[in-house]
């Protein structure tokens, strides 16, 4: 793979909330980087603070990075990404399909991590429902956003069914301190990072209760295991897993107090309401929606995910964070 990196594109950043804010900001160290969001006061504050007080506080963004409301200014983009919330991606995907009316788009790149709510679809099937065959990629992998932000070193992985052009994009998009790997296996890639949100919760959840470290490293442990049997099922390649889409993300968010997802779990292992915990984050933790889904999944799938669906019967409070972990331990006895 040849090392582009003199090549100086336009990239529009499509929501910034921390995580399309820290890619912005990024990225800017090699291209021309205009970042829209829906929030003026972000906007505003980005292009006159050169900070994103809202999303990502505390971080000096590069002068050279742009924000706009107006979806207009990044229709001249080499390469879009899509920053929302998986929740978000197909009405941001419509919004882009008016504005192209009918020309093509660049490639497109979405970095959100979960299923979307009430159709389950992962990602790259909701990109495929709304635009058909495009160029496309999910970028995924251990990166908090403020790490990024603040230029430390992170690696993540670009999946796309098309490989060669995963690799032209991890040309396009690597830079000092963001190395890109990319795979030919989307599913995995989405797969892995979706359900890892799930599992920072019942890690969480664990840690909230005290229950030690020999805890976590079961639940870490049995949930990679959880998510290769839905990977398979779904398609996807197990050794995917091993990769930094999978077990990478999974060490990350189930042991990192950055993780959003496993604040959510610290506190209600704690005790706290969902309600209250996620009034006090004042950002998206992907696991809880997708922990619904991916219950839904694996019954309709028949595919034996226990951590996952006791989290997701925490979260619609049918179960009690102490009783979820009672119940898994009293499970039968089997060969790991
Ligand atoms: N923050 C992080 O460290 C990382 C986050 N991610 C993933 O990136 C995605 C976004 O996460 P964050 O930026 O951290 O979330 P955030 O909560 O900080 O910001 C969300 C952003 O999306 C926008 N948004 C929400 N719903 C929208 C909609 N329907 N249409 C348009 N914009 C919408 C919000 O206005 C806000 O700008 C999530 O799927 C998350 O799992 C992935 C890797 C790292
Ligand atoms: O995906 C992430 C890191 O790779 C961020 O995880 P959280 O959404 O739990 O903060």
């Known amino acids: 793979m040849s090392q582009d990196t003199e090549i100086r594109l336009q990239i529009g950043v499509l929501a910034a909330g921390a995580w399309g804010t820290a890619l912005a900001a990024n990225w800017a160290q090699r291209h021309q980087v205009t970042l829209w969001a829906r929030e003026p006061d972000v906007v505003a504050s980005i292009n006159a603070a050169h900070m994103n007080r809202r999303f990502l506080p505390d971080i000096l963004l590069p002068e050279s990075l742009r924000a706009t409301v107006d979806l207009v200014d990044l229709q001249d983009s080499d390469v879009l990404v899509l920053a929302t919330p998986v929740a978000g991606l197909r009405s941001t995907l419509l919004a882009l399909q008016a504005l192209y009316a009918g020309k093509a788009l660049p490639p497109l790149v979405w970095v959100c991590k979960g299923f979307e709510p009430e159709t389950g679809l992962l990602p790259h ?69 979706a359900v890892k949100n799930v599992l920072a919760i019942a890690t969480g959840i664990a840690d909230g209760l005290s229950l030690g470290h020999n805890a976590r490293a079961a639940l870490m442990t049995r949930g990679l295991a959880e998510i290769g049997r839905l990977c398979e099922r779904l398609g996807g390649h197990r050794e995917t897993l091993t990769g930094l889409a999978g077990l990478g993300d999974l060490i990350l968010t189930c042991t990192g107090d950055l993780s959003r997802n496993r604040q959510v779990g610290l506190a209600l292992g704690a005790g706290k309401t969902l309600q209250e915990t996620l009034d006090a984050l004042g950002h998206v933790a992907e696991g809880v929606g997708t922990a619904r889904e991916v219950a839904r999944l694996a019954e309709d799938l028949q595919v034996e995910m226990p951590i996952a669906r006791a989290v997701a019967a925490v979260i619609s409070g049918e179960l009690k964070a102490k009783d979820a972990v009672i119940q898994l331990m009293s499970r039968a006895q089997r060969a790991e």
């Open 125 to 193: 099937q909701v990109v495929h429902d709304v635009l058909g065959d495009v160029a496309a990629a999910a970028l995924s992998g251990p990166s908090f956003a403020q790490e990024v932000a603040k230029g430390l070193p992170t690696a993540v992985t670009l999946g796309s069914a098309d490989l060669a052009l995963a690799e032209q994009l991890a040309d396009w998009l690597h830079t000092p301190n963001l190395r890109l790997y990319a795979s030919g296996d989307v599913v995995g890639v989405e797969v892995g990072g």
